[in-house]
C-alpha cells in the first residue's frame, strides 16, 4: 500500500508563486513514476507535470510549461511541484500520482495510487 500526501496550496496573488510537496509512504519511492494532476470545478482533471523515476525525464502540459517546475528526492520520498507566475486560470485542486514501472525514464499515464489533494486559488 501507497499512500501519498499533498500539502502546500493555499492562496495567492496573480504572479505569485506557491510550492506543493507530495509526500510519499509505503512501498519504494523510487520504483513509481510521479506527477500532479488538478482539477477545477466543471473542468476535466488535467495532468500538468510528470517525473520519471530517475527524475532525468519531465514532463508539461502547454498550460503550465515555462512556469511550472516538477522535481523528486528519491532519498526524501517527495515529490515537488514549484508554481511560478501564477495565473487566476491555474486555480484547481492539485493531486499528486504514483504509477508503478519498472522503466527509468517512464512519464506516468495513469494512476495507481492517488492523493488527497490540495486547493490552490490564484485571486486578488
Known amino acids: 500500500q501507497v499512500q501519498l500526501v499533498e500539502s502546500g496550496g493555499g492562496l495567492v496573488q496573480p504572479g505569485g508563486s506557491l510550492r506543493l510537496s507530495c509526500a510519499v509512504s509505503?512501498?519504494?519511492?523510487?520504483?513509481?513514476?510521479m506527477g500532479w494532476f488538478r482539477q477545477a470545478p466543471g473542468k476535466e482533471r488535467e495532468k500538468v507535470a510528470g517525473?520519471?523515476?530517475?527524475?532525468?525525464?519531465?514532463f508539461y502540459s502547454d498550460s503550465v510549461k515555462g512556469r511550472f517546475t516538477i522535481s523528486r528526492d528519491n532519498a526524501k520520498n517527495t515529490m515537488y511541484l514549484q508554481m511560478n507566475s501564477l495565473k487566476p486560470e491555474d486555480t484547481a485542486v492539485y493531486h499528486c500520482?504514483?504509477?508503478?514501472?519498472?522503466?527509468?525514464?517512464?512519464?506516468?499515464?495513469?494512476?495507481?495510487?492517488w492523493g488527497q489533494g490540495t486547493q490552490v486559488t490564484v485571486s486578488s
Open positions: 509505503g512501498r519504494s519511492f523510487s520504483n513509481y513514476a
Open positions: 517525473i520519471s523515476r530517475s527524475g532525468a525525464s519531465t
Open positions: 500520482a504514483a504509477e508503478f514501472t519498472p522503466l527509468r525514464d517512464y512519464i506516468l499515464r495513469s494512476s495507481d495510487y
